[in-house]
């Protein structure tokens, strides 16, 4: 079974930097966009930025000049590194995958969401 797992969130001043990892693990044929997501309580989730296998990269405006997105293919996994953060940017961060499984099946999962809170 495919799944998605994440690590690297917490409690950072304004400022602060914090770096959100998420491996996938099980029995992939291929991975294709990896990207993360955020929400906010009330709120609709929302695109953070995204990562193709050919390594492009897409940002929600608000995030870019601040956070990086990167993959390491062989290891299946993605990272968020997030300088300068903001208060605005404390939501719940979630791991996303689009993929094919070893049973040749289409996918797209999720993490199970990792906590980001900016605070002083």
């Known amino acids: 079974q495919v799944q998605l797992v994440e690590s690297g969130g917490g409690l950072v001043q304004p400022g602060g930097s914090l770096r959100l990892s998420c491996a996938a693990s099980g029995i992939i044929f291929v991975i294709y966009t990896m990207g993360w997501y955020r929400q906010i309580p009330g709120k609709q989730r929302e695109l953070v930025a995204t990562?193709?296998?050919?390594?492009?990269?897409n940002y929600a405006d608000s995030v870019k000049g601040r956070f990086t997105i990167s993959r390491d293919n062989a290891k299946k996994t993605v990272y968020l590194q997030m300088n300068s953060l903001k208060l605005e940017d404390t939501a719940v961060y979630y791991c996303?995958?689009?993929?094919?499984?070893?049973?040749?099946?289409?996918?797209?999962?999720w993490g199970q969401g990792t906590q980001v809170t900016v605070s002083s």
């Open positions: 990562i193709t296998g050919g390594g492009a990269t």
């Open positions: 996303n995958a689009r993929l094919v499984t070893g049973q040749l099946l289409n996918g797209d999962y």
